[in-house]
């Protein structure tokens, strides 16, 4: 190989390296093999997460996260597409978002295919999980309401 060509790789080579140094010092990743918020940065001995509940007529809350109650979305698309609701929950299409949500449940409840309660409506919250000790499991430490909706 040719001095310029070693030169070149070496080059290349110490400055990803340098990127690797930089991103772990600054607890950050920054390569787009990692697009999720959740692998980017240290949260500490919490992760908060955004999570939608049902309400029944009687004022219960259910975690609407059943993957036949939510079809055809899965989990984690319903989280990543309800989390724009944190950032600007005063908008128009937050009560058509929530109100779709509860129309396909309730079409699919109808139809036999989910064995869940009728619901009224909608309370989406920012859920904070944590554990004391890393032997211990994830436990709700706290909540927050983002929003509400009721249908009629």
């Known amino acids: 190989m040719t001095f310029e060509r070693t030169l ?8 990803l390296l340098l990127a690797h140094v930089i991103a ?7 390569w787009p093999i ?3 918020s959740m692998f980017s940065a240290i949260v500490g001995d919490q992760v908060p997460s955004i999570v939608p509940f049902a309400v029944t007529a009687g004022g219960e809350e259910l975690p609407f996260l059943r993957e036949d109650h939510i079809f055809p979305f899965m989990q984690t698309e319903l989280k990543y597409s309800l ?5 600007d929950r005063h ?4 009560v058509e978002a929530l109100s779709d949500l509860i129309r396909r449940y309730e ?3 109808l139809c036999g295919l989910h064995d869940g309660p009728p619901i009224v409506g909608m309370r989406l919250y920012t859920v904070r999980a944590g554990r004391a000790d890393w032997r211990q499991p994830w436990a709700v430490v706290s909540r927050q309401l ?3 909706h009721h249908e009629g």
Do not use: N, T
């Open 91 to 94: 908008s128009a299409w937050v």
């Open 146 to 148: 983002i929003v509400e």
């Open 83 to 87: 989390a724009p609701i944190a950032r």
């Open 8 to 15: 070149v790789l070496s080059a290349a080579f110490l400055a």
């Open 34 to 36: 990692l697009p999720y």
């Open 107 to 109: 079409a699919r409840r």
């Open 24 to 30: 772990v010092v600054r607890q950050r990743a920054y």
